[in-house]
């Protein structure tokens, strides 16, 4: 069993950063690979990034390609989302999430509750 806890969202300005960061509980972060997802109101949730257990590899959706980076620390079991030049269709819940597989295809186990992004002037 993992435990999700995300943290770091708020208000921000257009253009500006934001750095979220995920907690997770349990001995075996290592093992999992790590993804970020956001869902803006009235739209499905979509995939953002994510990170294998080594960190070695990652992935992003072209949407925040070049101005996103995810990393993870596995002393302290967390995963972060860094973002840069923050656009107001970056506004949504962003939500954590870990699985045991890399293949992308592969559903996510665990879930976080979410934190809010905001991005306006």
């Known amino acids: 069993q993992v435990q999700l806890v995300e943290s770091g969202g708020g208000l921000v300005q257009p253009g500006g950063s934001l750095r979220l960061s995920c907690a997770a509980s349990g001995r075996t972060f290592r093992l999992y690979t790590m993804g970020w997802f956001r869902q803006a109101p009235g739209k499905e949730r979509e995939f953002v990034a994510a990170?294998?257990?080594?960190?070695?590899?990652?992935y992003y959706v072209n949407s925040v390609k070049g101005r996103s980076t995810i990393s993870r620390d596995s002393g302290k079991n967390t995963v972060y989302l860094l973002m840069d030049s923050l656009k107001p269709e970056d506004t949504a819940v962003y939500f954590c999430?870990?699985?045991?597989?890399?293949?992308?295809?592969?559903?996510?186990?665990?879930w976080g509750q979410g934190t809010q992004v905001t991005v306006s002037s």
């Open positions: 999430a870990a699985k045991a597989a890399w293949a992308p295809s592969a559903p996510y186990d665990y």
């Open positions: 990170i294998s257990g080594s960190g070695k590899s990652t």
